[in-house]
Nanobody, 124 residues
């Protein structure tokens, strides 16, 4: 089992920045890829970004390219999501997830473990 705990959400004005953290514990040696997803009220969970645990390959949803950066610190078993130039449409609950397979990194159904989520609210 892998446990994931997110932190760093909050309220920020449009154009501002936030950094989300996701600390992994447990059988982290099984992790292949870590991802961030968001879920707005009444909508399905959507892919934001992902990073391979060993090689550092990164993937982004088009709308966040150039604004968000995903990174990892393997020594701390932690993944980060730096979010800059935030927009009101970025408002959502953000979830950290881990998968033991790296094939469908964009697909929420491919992830085995999930954190509890952290609220990000961007005011316009």
């Amino acid at each position: 089992q892998v446990q994931l705990v997110e932190s760093g959400g909050g309220l920020v004005q449009a154009g501002g920045s936030l950094r989300l953290s996701c600390a992994a514990s447990g059988r982290t040696f099984n992790i292949n890829t870590m991802g961030w997803f968001l879920q707005a009220p009444g909508k399905e969970r959507e892919f934001v970004a992902a990073i391979s645990w060993s090689g550092g390959m990164t993937y982004y949803e088009d709308s966040v390219k150039g604004r968000f950066t995903i990174s990892r610190d393997n020594a701390k078993n932690t993944v980060y999501l730096q979010m800059n130039s935030l927009k009101s449409e970025d408002t959502a609950v953000y979830y950290c997830a881990a998968t033991t397979s790296g094939r469908r990194w964009w697909d929420a159904n491919a992830y085995d473990y999930w954190g509890q989520g952290t609220q990000v609210t961007v005011s316009s």
